[in-house]
């Protein structure tokens, strides 16, 4: 808990995005995920990787007791995430957006059957996260295709132009 109460707010949003669920992570990440400095990509991201799956079609009374904690912190997020606490900012993304998708089509076709799972995401905002981290994946992905081509095309032809200056 010392080292979340430290960290500067990237590092907390960092912390969060990569943090191992366990038996024992509900003080520390629940503590991490009241913070304001928690963006939307984040927390969503912190949500699929806390498993609801696994809970989410099981009355509350029949969840395991050793993962009670778990299915607190995963009530929390929700409620945080529809109500507008995490802002949406440019930059992160989510961790695993195929988990992000599964989720959504899982709730569109709960929708169309008539039945509702524990944990219902906002799909506004959940497409607008979605969206955001598709266009930094391909941001990232054209420049690293630039940069492969600076390797592969550009860099001999600058290195011949410039080797005859040093020399």
């Known amino acids: 808990m010392s080292i979340a109460q430290a960290a500067s707010e990237e590092e907390l949003r960092r912390m969060a995005r990569y943090y191992r669920w366990s038996r024992e992570s509900e003080p520390v990440l629940g503590w991490i995920m009241a913070q304001k400095c928690i963006d939307l990509a984040s927390a969503l991201?912190?949500?699929?990787?806390?498993?609801?799956?696994?809970?989410?079609?099981?009355?509350?009374?029949?969840?395991?007791?050793?993962?009670?904690?778990?299915?607190?912190?995963?009530?929390?997020?929700c409620l945080r995430v529809n109500s507008g606490f995490y802002q949406l900012r440019p930059g992160p993304r989510i961790v695993a957006p195929a988990n992000a998708r599964k989720w959504q089509a899982a709730q569109r076709a709960d929708?169309?059957?008539?039945?509702?799972?524990?944990?219902?995401?906002?799909e506004t905002l959940l497409q607008k996260a979605l969206e955001i981290s598709q266009q930094d994946r391909e941001t990232c992905q054209r420049a690293h295709l630039r940069g492969t081509a600076w390797r592969l095309g550009l860099a001999p032809w600058a290195l011949q132009r410039l080797l005859p200056r040093l020399n």
């Open 45 to 77: 991201s912190v949500f699929f990787n806390g498993g609801p799956e696994r809970f989410n079609y099981l009355p509350k009374r029949d969840v395991p007791e050793a993962h009670l904690g778990a299915a607190r912190l995963l009530d929390n997020i």
């Open 111 to 122: 929708r169309t059957e008539g039945r509702r799972g524990r944990w219902v995401l906002d």
